[in-house]
């Protein structure tokens, strides 16, 4: 089973707040899993990636979240700006190609 | 360095079209792939090549073709368009293996009427 599943599909929070976005997956051969965030008009940008062996990184306000046994995963964004508003897909990586399975994205707007 | 460069950023194509979506990179990775992502969805892998000459279908192959004759280009055909391909595309490419960054190009527009 490839799919990934995200949830909510759309986030409002207030300047300051937390912002929390989670994902489910059932392939256990996935082997790497990067959120990326993406801007209207733009490409993906990654944001944040963690590897199944590593069940928290953190970079900055950006902290993922993983739960092996479970197969999930999060993304919180701590101290959410107003810049931050954006699309936010978690995915999950198979194959030495690197080949990305993608979630179904956040549409996130944090207001000032 | 420019990355990622997709052309063109917007097309309108007739039903039963053709035509070709240009991806190159100067980034030297040895891996591309073409995503779709249709409105308010999440991205599905289209094709993706892991070196020139070699191409495989990824899980939305269908009315699609791909070539890799060099390390820097990897177009996408469409062949006879359908209102089904109405899509934003995005090009990508990595170094490959585990851990590696996929950068994506601006995306291509894709309207079929």
């Known amino acids: 089973q490839q799919q990934v599943k995200q949830s909510p599909q759309s986030l409002i929070v207030q300047k300051g707040g937390i912002s929390i976005i989670n994902c489910a997956y059932e392939?256990?051969?996935?082997?790497?899993f990067p959120w990326y965030q993406q801007f209207p008009g733009k490409g993906p940008a990654l944001l944040i990636a963690?590897?199944?062996d590593v069940s928290e990184k953190k970079e900055g306000r950006f902290t993922i979240s993983f739960n092996k046994s479970a197969k999930q995963f999060s993304l919180h964004i701590m101290d959410s700006q107003p810049g931050d508003s954006a699309t936010y897909f978690c995915?999950?990586?198979w194959g030495a190609g690197n080949m990305l399975t993608f979630g179904g994205g956040t549409r996130l707007m944090v207001k000032p | 360095n420019a990355g990622v460069t997709q052309t063109p950023k917007f097309r309108i194509l007739k039903i039963g079209q053709s035509m070709t979506l240009q991806c190159t990179q100067d980034?030297?990775?040895?891996?591309m792939y073409w995503y779709r992502q249709d409105p308010g969805m999440g991205l599905k892998l289209i094709y993706y090549?892991?070196?020139?000459?070699?191409?495989d279908k990824g899980e939305v192959p269908n009315g699609y073709n791909v070539s890799r004759s060099t390390t820097e280009d990897f177009p996408l055909r469409l062949e006879l368009a359908a209102p089904s391909q109405t899509s934003v595309y995005f090009c990508?490419?990595?170094?490959?293996?585990?851990?590696?960054?996929?950068?994506f190009g601006q995306g291509t527009r894709l309207t079929v009427v």
């Open positions: 995915a999950a990586s």
């Open positions: 392939n256990t051969a996935f082997d790497y």
């Open positions: 963690i590897r199944p």
């Open positions: 980034m030297n990775h040895n891996y």
């Open positions: 090549s892991v070196g020139a000459g070699i191409t």
């Open positions: 990508a490419s990595s170094l490959g293996g585990m851990d590696t960054e996929a950068f």
